[in-house]
């Protein structure tokens, strides 16, 4: 997951706390890392080699609640995500440590319940913590940085995020390799340096980007290098800056030139990656066998059919395994789950004995279709809020209980986000409209 995703993931935890109407409860104490110091020297570690083995089944569970998230995401339906639910939270119960941030994300998004938004996810850091997991250290230096549920401490946060790249957290060493770069030391610098080129070495396409960015001018050889394993992993910022560099830039075009003569083919292939990237972003694309489509020099260029594998995967939709309904069932209640929702079984206990029965008499109160209310505003029922004016995203699916949320537009980008191919964008509010519910949808 991105450094941004994981920023937007703890607004939106924030935000979905405030629209509870609970309140912030006690801050949660952290423990300090005295060891830990941000500008030390490091040493490249991968975070695969600090994951634990993922039970077969869990990532089974896993694998298939993203393939539905997935197609869930272009026409969402509310009614899908008790469904991924169920799948994360038995996931996560058995230790996966992927299933734990999505649970997370869901949490905070509204679209898992939850008996405390933030004392679960709290909970479901720590446990990440405790097992030596670097995205655990990470995902604490994002709450402490912010004081969400925690004592606000940014010189602890640091700590903890340093840890979190010292363990092979990819996120983790594109943060702390940022700082670095900007700190006023050559030695400090290249440690930043180094740290980056770890990051983008475990799929970090930003961290790719701003490596090539980094060296490009001085030392051309290693940023082809770091544009190249930037494309490789997913940013078309990095395919963008070598499609301009093979374009023969003169010397004197400080931006694109990579000392590299006008290849036309290099170009072209340049651009579809790019192009390719840019359209999936969603989605998170790779193009893993970049090498095979267009290999740096001195090798020459093999043919190509202007092919991805990736976007073949993709348009194939396979359904990934799972497995059988009876096991899963056993697997929840191996973990004190209920196997239909997937949530501890004390939460379905505890509610039936403390809610009164339903009047057999009472009406569902009606939800007309029309029902204008601004962003900030409690959504009372789930189905499609259309926005107005039209803007941005001007159709959303919001979740009963869920805020109405403001509508993202693209901003004006600063010229070191046009130099990095980035495209900005601001959180307007709007006024929403119920235009349709999900009872009402054809099948």
Known sequence: MTDTSRYLFTTILTLALVACGKGFPKERLVPDLPAIQTNLAFTCAYEKDAIPPRAPEADQLYVHARWLRKNNLLKEDPLVYPKIERLIRIATAYGHDKANLELRQMIGKGTAQSENITQETLDLTEELIQRGIPGGYYDMGRYLERGYGVKQDKELAGKYYRKSADLGSPEGQYLVGDWLTGVNDPAIREIGVQMWRCAVEQGHGEAGLELGVWLKGERNAEALQAFQLGAKVGSDGAASFLEHGFDGPPSSNELYYLGQQKDLERVRRYKAIGHFLFAYDYLNPKVPEIDRIVPLPPAKLPPWDGSFQWLKTHEANVPPPLPSEERIQEMARAKHLDPETGRP??????????????????????????????????????????????????????????????????AQPSLWQKLKGEAPSQVVDTTWTLVELPENRKA
């Open 345 to 410: 079984l004390k939460d379905k206990h505890s509610a039936a004995e403390t809610e009164a029965p339903p009047l057999k008499t009472a009406a569902a109160p009606t939800i007309p279709l029309g029902l204008q209310l601004p962003t900030g505003a409690t959504c009372p029922h789930t189905g499609t809020w259309a926005c107005s004016p039209e803007q941005g995203a001007s159709r959303r699916v919001f979740v009963a209980g869920e805020t109405l949320a403001g509508v993202r537009i693209p």
